[in-house]
């Protein structure tokens, strides 16, 4: 059982980052509530509004720096299939090794390796596990949450010997103690998660002078009449608009950060790597759903912050296309040389040449692209004259139909003709004049 206490182990400095930063915007809300006198203001659910838009603007180097790697992997394809052309077939250690050694010269040409995605990926892992870990407890971090449950706590378990039987009955729970953890934490973790039912039921047999804190708890935890410490459950609510929006701005999400150009060769071939591609689109369809699924049985908290990270995630994306779409790659290239090169004079080691086939490609790719749209011209152009030709009533394919053909044929070269002609004396007026 994950308890009021704050995250032990390898995440707790994370965490504990984290939970000051929560806990902070929480009593800036509590503040400019006061300040205001607007109670509504003071709000988990805004909090974790403010508390995943500061966390993603914190991660958005790393967001950067994972699409960069993106962009240059799409740029080194072909040269890595040319290697991998190069040494098909060939399994002995020399040829392995050397296709080892050339591999890796094109990813220190880029300034990159294989696992540069990898590792973006895997710092922001615990990062997203502790923040996850934060939201889910919020009485461990928000010590003003915890000071209001823990006087009700008190109340509680001032109230006798056999507090804990007549808490469980009330409520219809049965929860534990654990000599682990104080009793009052325990209790705590448990009033939090009470729903309004639950609430009424410990006013009634603890007193009404938990009332006002119990009003007070609801209030930060209610949004637009939605409980945020409980799930939606799989019964019609008001509260379903939260998975259904989580799944659908996942949705988005996943689509803009598609790679939506297909690498090709120099041949106009599509990328070997198409099977990766179309495992990733069918995850992206999934994890949507999958997300919907997590969002009813989950705290709607929960399923608020993945709606507001999704959102968050579809605007930094659109900036960061546009950013790397213009970014220049050649450049880019040239400055990596130079770094590889200036370490190589830091040992000694003469500069190495590295062959910048970047303009070669971004060459290739334009030439393809010019290829494709003269295709899709001399399309359009069959297009429009199958359809000028199949005008009329005739039934495709009979003589009639062919005959006027041939009569739309002869009236457009004329029109065509007359064209030309009245052109060619316009410009004798013109020159006689």
């Known amino acids: 059982m994950i308890t009021l206490t704050q995250q032990t182990g390898i995440l707790f400095p994370i965490a504990w980052l984290l939970g000051q930063i929560f806990n902070g915007l929480f009593n800036f809300l509590y ?8 109670s509504p203001i003071a709000n988990i659910g805004i909090c974790v509004v403010l508390f995943t838009i500061v966390t993603r603007l914190a991660m ?32 002995d250690n020399q040829s392995m090794l050397k296709m080892q050694e050339e591999t ?7 300034g990159t390796n294989p696992s540069s995605g990898c590792l973006t990926m895997l710092i922001q892992l615990p990062i997203m596990f502790a923040l996850y870990r934060v939201i889910y407890k919020i009485p461990g971090y928000v010590t ?44 705590i973790d448990s009033l939090y998660t009470l729903p309004s039912s639950g609430w009424d039921a410990v006013v009634n047999t603890f007193g009404d002078n938990i009332q006002t804190l119990s009003d007070q708890i609801q209030g930060y935890n209610n949004l637009f009449g939605i409980s945020l410490t409980q799930a939606p459950g799989w019964r019609w609510s008001w509260a379903l ?11 988005i999400s996943a ?66 296309n546009h950013s790397v779409a213009k970014m220049d790659v050649e450049e880019m290239v040239q400055k990596n040389i130079d770094k590889v090169n200036a370490k190589r004079a830091k040992k000694g080691l003469p500069p190495k040449k590295i062959e910048n086939s970047a303009s070669a490609y971004a060459e290739a790719v334009k030439k393809q692209e010019a290829i494709d749209a003269r295709m899709s011209e001399r399309d359009a152009k069959v297009k429009e004259s199958n359809e000028y030709y199949s005008k009329g009533v005739a039934k495709p394919g009979s003589l009639a139909a062919k005959a006027n053909m041939v009569k739309m ?25």
């Open 31 to 38: 503040w400019l509530s006061n300040l205001t006198g607007l």
């Open 241 to 251: 608009i939260i998975p259904l929006l989580a799944g659908v701005t996942q949705f």
């Open 255 to 320: 689509k803009l950060m598609e790679n939506r150009s297909k690498v090709k060769t120099t041949n106009g071939q599509e990328d070997q790597g198409q099977t990766m591609q179309n495992s990733m689109k069918i995850m992206n369809t999934i994890m949507p759903l999958v997300s919907v699924f997590f969002c009813i049985t989950l705290p709607t908290c929960i399923g608020l912050y993945w709606i507001t990270s999704s959102v968050v995630q579809i605007i930094q994306q659109l900036f960061i």
């Open 60 to 91: 958005l180097p790393l967001t950067i720096k994972q699409q960069r790697f993106s962009k240059l992997s799409n740029m080194m394809q072909p040269e890595i299939q040319a290697i991998q052309a190069k040494y098909n077939g060939q399994k």
């Open 409 to 433: 044929f002869n009236e457009r070269n004329e029109a065509g003709s007359k064209s030309d002609s009245d052109s060619k004396s316009s410009k004798n007026d013109k020159s006689d004049k």
């Open 104 to 110: 890796k010269a094109v990813y220190e040409k880029y």
């Open 144 to 187: 003003k949450i915890k000071a209001v449950l823990g006087t009700v706590a008190a109340t509680i378990i001032g109230s006798g010997d056999g507090w804990l039987d007549t808490y469980n009955k009330a409520t219809g729970l049965s929860l534990t103690l654990s000599e682990k953890v104080a009793d009052s934490d325990t209790l």
